[in-house]
């Protein structure tokens, strides 16, 4: 008794937790809070991860590119609950193109592909900066303060490693892996050390994490680009022989391309290519490496390139295999799950999220989730001249894509609506100020004044066009709604903050490698006429999310369904004692969901049977039995959270897949498609026994 009301009591403290956490709103978190966890961790922006472990605590940060501050470290102690503790640097001024000013930027640029370590009490990031070499920053605390200093030379996708005899090593490059020697204060290279460690020919590519295990040298990578694997090279001493094996491929958890820029045009009109769901083009997990738990699990993490919300982080179970460790499960090695159990690290963490994302711009500081477009001018805005508001200082720029001191922050997915209210009585003639996305193309919503008043104006840069209305005042509330399953983005402004009204028209949301990010929501506020100009402020800023987690309905425990393909429509019925797909819904066998703990179910007939796996799956293994349900019997319940389900079978560690055509289900698929034609996705509702 008293362990069923400890849990029922963690139940309602981790709930409370993750309802606080956003002010009153949920945003996405990756646990499910039936002891598993949902793909991806995070789902905004976070690219090029890297990730150690230090005792009992998890660290994790990632590409940042030209937005300031730069490189987040995050912490979590269950590798699935992550929050957010520190940036290494909050600015990084390397020069005009740093600001924005002389017509230069560096969007695309920035700091990237950091590598994390830990040696001695020191934890340490190194990055690259494009033109100014490699960054170094390390502190006795993963909080701050961190110092930094310069190495003159690039190491491209570095990786470091403190090696056993103390000596220290970046592995770095792409197709031919080099090595070279760092300098034990970590200042420079040591000269005539750099050498090819792996040749192109063995097809390795870039974004290195090497390590050293057991005595053995590893260097996890990825073959450049969206629709590729991730390699993994094994050696005994860093001279080789190397081995290199994949260890993780076509795994694209259901998603496929979707919108892509003709071109590198930044310049208006854009056109778009429309979303490809051809398995050829999924979209990959890629880019990562590995991490171990106290209790001897060993876990990977890498990116996707998730379309217009950017490149997301994923959690994949690692399971080795004669020395390699292979992304995924027995029985389906180098395929990661969308959703499964989550790691064994000895603690049970409140359901969080990385950020607070709303802002109500009450606090000392912004909240940690902003980050500027670029250096700004920190003289040009402020949380404390109108207390309770975001003021920004309008600056001279030609347009959104100039103006400095925009303040962003990751769009979220898989769904989002930003709301913001503005009071523009402080803007001058040629100031625009408002809320925007920040992409190439990109779009915004906001006020324009000009010698004759203000009016509300939405702008597509796509098409270069901007609708204009009339307005009565300048006090308004802006708003934009992001699908990042459809990528599309709808306007709309209200003069109450009650209703509103659409304006524009829907903006196709974009993946490109101009900003090398996804699609970010920003504050701005720029003058046309070249000239600093007035005042724009913000009193609040709003995330909504409907969709924030992996479940987008409760699992059916203790219902009874029936459930069809969602290619073809049939339905899922038992047949002479084997799981059959057959025409016409009307034939359905209803199935009691019995809860088998951690959200796996096993499928229950009306005579008390239940659907088990036998053999490895094929067509005709997926039978009934009687008895307690076990392993055969026993589904991981998969929500791919677009209204489909898979069922992930314990036992072949692969998913029920149904036939084009009527007849024996099977459970040996490997993962579903980005066209949800394969097989393996299935529609599911009540039904009657």
Request: hydrophobic residues 35%.
């Amino acid at each position: 008794m008293r362990s069923s009301v400890f849990t029922i009591l963690l139940a309602l403290l981790t709930a409370a937790s993750a309802d606080a956490w956003q002010g009153g709103g949920r945003s996405w978190a990756a646990d499910n809070g039936n002891g598993t966890y949902s793909n991806p961790l995070f789902y905004d922006e976070f690219s090029d991860p890297d990730m150690i472990r230090v005792g009992e605590d998890y660290y994790l940060t990632g590409t940042t590119m030209h937005t300031m501050p730069g490189l987040p470290i995050l912490h979590s102690r269950d590798l699935v609950n992550w929050r957010i503790i520190a940036y290494a640097f909050d600015r990084l001024d390397l020069g005009p193109d740093f600001r924005l000013e002389g017509g230069k930027s560096v969007y695309g640029g920035g700091i990237w592909a950091p590598s994390f370590r830990y040696h001695n009490g020191t934890y340490y990031v190194f990055a690259n900066v494009n033109r100014f070499g490699l960054q170094v920053f390390r502190t006795s605390d993963p909080r701050g303060p961190w110092k930094h200093n310069r190495i003159q030379q690039g190491l491209h996708d570095l990786s470091v490693l403190f090696d056993d005899d103390g000596k220290i090593y970046a592995v770095y490059g792409a197709s031919n892996i080099h090595i070279v020697e760092l300098n034990q204060d970590l200042t420079d290279l040591v000269p005539g050390t750099d050498r090819v460690l792996i040749e192109r020919s063995l097809g390795m590519g870039e974004g290195s994490h090497i390590y050293k295990l057991k005595g053995k040298y590893y260097i996890v990578s990825a073959i450049p680009g969206a629709h590729v694997p991730m390699k993994c090279a094994r050696a005994a001493k860093l001279e080789g022989p190397w081995e290199v094996e994949t260890i993780s491929a076509e795994e694209s958890l259901g998603i496929g391309q979707g919108y892509r820029p003709k071109g590198r045009s930044q310049n208006p009109p854009f056109e778009a290519n429309p979303p490809d769901p051809a398995e050829r083009h999924s979209l990959d997990l890629h880019q990562g490496g590995i991490v171990d738990t106290p209790s001897g699990e060993w876990w990977g993490f890498s990116m996707q390139d998730h379309n217009s919300v950017g490149r997301l982080t994923a959690l994949s179970p690692v399971t080795w295999v004669d020395g390699w460790p292979y992304f995924g499960l027995p029985g389906n090695l180098k395929r990661s799950p969308s959703i499964w159990v989550k790691p064994n690290t000895g603690h049970v963490n409140p359901i969080t999220s990385p950020y607070v994302r709303s802002d109500d711009f009450s606090g000392p500081k912004l909240q940690m989730v902003w980050q500027w477009n670029h250096v700004p001018d920190d003289t040009k805005w402020s949380i404390s001249e109108r207390p309770g508001y975001l003021r920004l200082h309008s600056l001279p720029a030609k347009d959104f894509w100039w103006a400095r001191n925009s303040l962003t922050q990751r769009a979220i997915g898989p769904e989002s609506t930003v709301t913001t209210e503005l009071d523009g009585a402080g803007l001058n003639s040629g100031d625009v100020a408002g809320l925007a996305l920040l992409n190439l193309p990109y779009a915004w919503i906001g006020l324009q004044r000009d010698d004759n008043g203000y009016a509300i104006a939405e702008y597509d840069h796509s098409t270069g066009k901007t609708v204009h209305e009339a307005i009565s005042s300048p006090h308004l509330w802006l708003r934009v709604h992001c699908d990042f399953d459809t990528e599309i983005a709808k306007f709309s402004y209200s003069s109450n903050g009650k209703d509103f009204k659409p304006l524009g028209p829907d903006f196709v949301m974009v993946f490109q490698l101009t900003t090398f990010q996804g699609v970010r929501y920003a504050l701005f506020n720029y003058n046309t006429g070249m000239t600093p100009g007035g005042q724009a402020d913000f009193n609040f800023f709003n995330v909504d999310e409907p969709r924030p987690n992996g479940l987008t309905k409760p699992i059916p425990v203790s219902q009874s369904i029936t459930i069809t393909g969602l290619a073809t429509g049939n339905a899922l019925a038992v047949v002479d004692g084997r799981l059959q797909s057959l025409s016409g819904t009307g034939k359905a066998t209803p199935f009691r969901v019995v809860d088998q703990g951690k959200g796996r179910i096993a499928l229950q007939t009306k005579d008390g049977k239940y659907v088990s796996v036998g053999g490895d799956g094929k067509s005709g293994d997926v039978t009934l039995k009687a008895g307690k349900p076990g392993t055969a019997e026993t589904f991981q319940w998969v929500d791919l959270q677009r209204g489909d389900t898979l069922f992930l079978s314990l036992g072949t560690h692969r998913y029920l897949v149904a036939p084009k055509e009527p007849g024996a289900v099977s459970a040996d698929h490997p993962g579903p498609a980005p066209d949800r034609k394969d097989g393996s996705c299935f529609e599911w509702k009540t039904a009657q026994r």
